[in-house]
Nanobody
Framework: QVQLEESGGGLVQAGGSLRLSCAAS????????MGWYRQAPGKQRELVAT???????NIADSVKGRFTISRENAKNTVYLQMNSLKPEDTGVYYC??????????WGQGTQVTVSS
């Protein structure tokens, strides 16, 4: 099993910044990609950003230029730096790990609220 623990969510005004962290523990060999997804009220969960073990990234168009994903393999931790936040960025942010053999694991989620 893989455990993912998120931190760093909160309430921020539009234009502000937040940094999310996600630390993985357990069966780390079951992780290749790590990333962040979010779910706004009444909407489906959507991809925000992912990063492979070698540092290749995939960023959603809606956050490109504002959000940056990074990873410290030695610490089994992935980060999401969110700048120029907008009210539409509000939602629960979930950490994800993925391996084509072992599948997906999810964190509990952390709330991000951006006020206008």
């Amino acid at each position: 099993q893989v455990q993912l623990e998120e931190s760093g969510g909160g309430l921020v005004q539009a234009g502000g910044s937040l940094r999310l962290s996600c630390a993985a523990s357990g069966s780390i060999f079951r992780i290749n990609d790590m990333g962040w997804y979010r779910q706004a009220p009444g909407k489906q969960r959507e991809l925000v950003a992912t990063i492979t073990r070698t540092g290749n990234t995939n960023i959603a168009d809606s956050v490109k230029g504002r959000f940056t994903i990074s990873r410290e393999n030695a610490k089994n931790t992935v980060y999401l730096q969110m700048n120029s936040l907008k009210p539409e960025d509000t939602g629960v942010y979930y950490c994800n790990s993925h391996h084509r053999t072992w599948g997906d694991y999810w964190g509990q989620g952390t709330q991000v609220t951006v006020s206008s």
